[in-house]
Each structure stands twice: as C-alpha cells, then as structure tokens.
C-alpha cells in the first residue's frame, strides 16, 4: 500500500489528509499500535482521528482486515489514543511556554484575546464559569471589533496544566499567534477533535457572525 497517495480510513473509506486521520502499525508482538507522530517503521492502515472510529475499526475487526493478518487490537485503544495525543498537546504546550509563547492568569490571558495576540484560550477543567465567561466576553469582543475568532478549550485538569506549563494553580492559559504557539494548535485542535469537539463554542463563535451579518443588513 502507498501510504502517501492512499491515505483511507480502513471505517469509512474515504481518504482524507494526514492531519485528518490517525496511523496505525503492527508491533512485533502482533499488536496494534497508534502511531501519533507518523513515524513508526512497516506497513500501516489510516482511521478517522476520533474516538467512534477507532472503536468501531477494532469493534469490527476492521484493523486485521487492513493488515491481512491475525493482530491483537489493545481492549483500551480507545483511551490509549486519547492519552498519547493529551501527552503530545502537553508536551507541545510545555515547549512553547519556554519559547514565551504562553501566558498564564485570568488577566493576562484577557488581554492577550482583546490585543489578537492569542492564538487559543485553554481553560482548565475545574475553570469557575465566571472566569470562563470574562474571557468569553474577551473573545466576542475581539470578533465584534474585526480581530481574530479565538477559540477556548477545555481539556486538561488544572494539575496537568500545571505540570506542563512549570507553574501552579495554572486554571487560565493562551498560547500566542507565534511559531511554537501554531504547533500546539495544532495538537489541540487534533486532541479536542478525538474527542469530539467543542461545539458549545464553534456556536458561540457562529453566533456572534449572525449578529455582525444581521447588524450589517440594518445599516
């Protein structure tokens, strides 16, 4: 199989970028591996990067039928996958903190969404709705004035952001609009997607544009 021009997920087949789709390979003990980084040596197969299909493909023994071969598919895969791309996000976050692409605190995070400086909002799980909704507020605010659509996460416990980002407490975080902030939006975005998205605020966001389209048909 030529993995670069068939990139098809072994549930749906349908083929869809790298970015769209996690690999998968067999280990030497016949057991199924996630290849997050896409980087693991020998034949792989290509699922749709979300929970439900990577269920689905070890539910029906879709994985044996890629490989043509008898494999052990882990019972946990599911949350397997789901730790491996948490671990890489951390990772990522961690990196770019000591880039200086990361501010942490409720006020520093709001003024990193209200100057379009901030690329994403992380929140932690225990994040009070109050703090959630000042940023919030923040967020819609900068959309309203022409910035950018700046959207928040909630995916990490405050101890694992914490530990990622070398601080304490840490409940409110934004990466910003630079290099190393662009390679974690792209491993959240990848990990909030497995998970099935956050379509609370995708409808938020959608929200405000209704507003800005109907208060331009009034003009």
């Given at each position: 199989?030529?993995?670069?021009?068939?990139?098809?997920?072994?549930?749906?087949?349908?083929?869809?970028?790298?970015?769209?789709?996690?690999?998968?390979?067999?280990?030497?003990?016949?057991?199924?591996?996630?290849?997050?980084?896409?980087?693991?040596?020998?034949?792989?197969?290509?699922?749709?990067?979300?929970?439900?299909?990577?269920?689905?493909?070890?539910?029906?023994?879709?994985?044996?039928?890629?490989?043509?071969?008898?494999?052990?598919?882990?019972?946990?895969?599911?949350?397997?996958?789901?730790?491996?791309?948490?671990?890489?996000?951390?990772?990522?976050?961690?990196?770019?903190?000591?880039?200086?692409?990361?501010?942490?605190?409720?006020?520093?995070?709001?003024?990193?969404?209200?100057?379009?400086?901030?690329?994403?909002?992380?929140?932690?799980?225990?994040?009070?709705?109050?703090?959630?909704?000042?940023?919030?507020?923040?967020?819609?605010?900068?959309?309203?004035?022409?910035?950018?659509?700046?959207?928040?996460?909630?995916?990490?416990?405050?101890?694992?952001?914490?530990l990622a980002l070398g601080g304490t407490n840490v409940i409110h975080a934004a990466v910003l609009a630079q290099d190393a902030g662009l390679a974690v939006e792209k491993r959240v975005v990848a990990l909030d997607r497995y998970r099935g998205?956050?379509?609370?605020?995708?409808?938020?966001?959608?929200?405000?544009?209704?507003?800005?389209?109907?208060?331009?048909?009034?003009?």
């Open positions: 199989m030529d993995e670069m021009n068939d990139r098809t997920c072994i549930v749906t087949r349908r083929q869809a970028e790298a970015d769209e789709l996690i690999r998968f390979v067999v280990g030497p003990d016949s057991a199924v591996v996630p290849d997050i980084k896409r980087n693991l040596p020998g034949r792989g197969c290509w699922v749709t990067a979300d929970r439900l299909h990577i269920e689905k493909a070890a539910a029906k023994n879709l994985f044996a039928r890629a490989f043509k071969a008898q494999v052990t598919v882990p019972a946990d895969i599911g949350d397997m996958v789901d730790g491996l791309l948490s671990r890489y996000a951390l990772g990522m976050l961690g990196l770019a903190r000591k880039a200086g692409a990361v501010v942490l605190g409720a006020a520093k995070v709001e003024t990193a969404v209200r100057d379009g400086q901030a690329l994403l909002v992380l929140h932690a799980t225990e994040a009070s709705d109050d703090g959630v909704r000042k940023i919030s507020q923040a967020r819609r605010a900068t959309v309203h004035l022409g910035g950018p659509a700046i959207l928040a996460y909630k995916l990490f416990p405050e101890a694992e952001l914490s998205g956050t379509p609370n605020d995708l409808a938020m966001l959608a929200a405000v544009a209704d507003e800005d389209d109907a208060a331009e048909d009034m003009e």
